[in-house]
């Protein structure tokens, strides 16, 4: 039987829009779509974010995949190995399957370790994968914040574990697009201030969705009030220069 193809679809931060007109082309030829949705989570943001493009997927064709992002690698690679396994019967059948995640396919995504996976049972997998928008790059639109001009050296970084440690890599880029902050983000907050860059940083969560939050600028931004999930830091070392 001839194999399905794995389609992995970026769906974006959440805005209207944001969805790759060719991956809505390739959700709606999907036999199979499968949902992330963090363990605890009413709904899925993925879907959240579909349903904002205007795909409201077939419930008969939906599957939800409850993720518990648990820091024990071995719990997490036997979650994904039996995904991976699921989704190789379903390929196998001869079904097309598409596996959604939020911003970009492969930019922090759980999609990287399912296709691994699968390819691990199906080395000539037929697949293609959507890219997707950033988190960051949703919010520097929406702010109005370059993200980088000229030779200016930007990083992208999980929030590192301590305060000396994000000192080191703000200190030695010019540009620092900080992911995963969670419940650093006090203590990231009064790093900013005591470097005195705080007014030429800015900050994001739940672009496009219930809940929404931008600042240009973060001095005066609380952390109570800021954090959650979906939040992204863009931090500038220097004022950006008018050139």
Not at 75 to 93: F, G, I, P
Not at 167 to 195: C, F, N, Q, S
Request: hydrophobic share 45%; aromatic share 6%; charged share 25%.
């Amino acid at each position: 039987m001839k194999l399905g193809t794995l389609y992995g679809i970026g769906v974006g931060p959440g805005p209207a829009g944001f969805v790759p007109v060719a991956a809505l082309d390739a959700l709606r030829h999907a036999d199979l779509i499968y949902a992330p949705r963090a363990r605890g989570a009413a709904d899925s943001v993925a879907l959240q974010c579909l349903a904002s493009a205007g795909f409201i997927p077939d419930p008969d064709k939906l599957r939800e995949i409850e993720f518990n992002m648990d820091p024990d690698r071995s719990v997490l690679s036997e979650h994904y190995a039996q995904l991976a396994d699921t989704l190789a019967l379903e390929l196998r059948a001869g079904r097309n399957v598409a596996y959604l995640t939020i911003g970009d396919s492969l930019t922090y995504s759980t999609y990287g370790y399912v296709l691994a996976g699968l390819r691990e049972r199906i080395p000539d997998l037929p697949q293609r994968t959507f890219p997707g928008i950033t988190s960051y790059a949703a919010a520097a639109s929406a702010l109005a914040w370059p993200l980088g001009e000229g030779k200016e050296r930007v990083l992208i970084l999980p929030c590192p574990e301590t305060p000396q440690e994000l000192r080191h890599e703000i200190e030695t880029h010019d540009i620092v697009v900080l992911m995963k902050v969670g419940t650093r983000l006090p203590w990231v907050l009064d790093l900013l201030r005591d470097m005195r860059i705080a007014d030429h940083c800015a900050f994001a969560r739940r672009i496009g969705l219930p809940g929404e939050l931008l600042a240009s600028g973060v001095a005066d931004l609380v952390a109570d009030d800021a954090m959650g999930y979906l939040a992204t830091l863009l931090v500038r070392r220097n004022p950006r220069k008018d050139r």
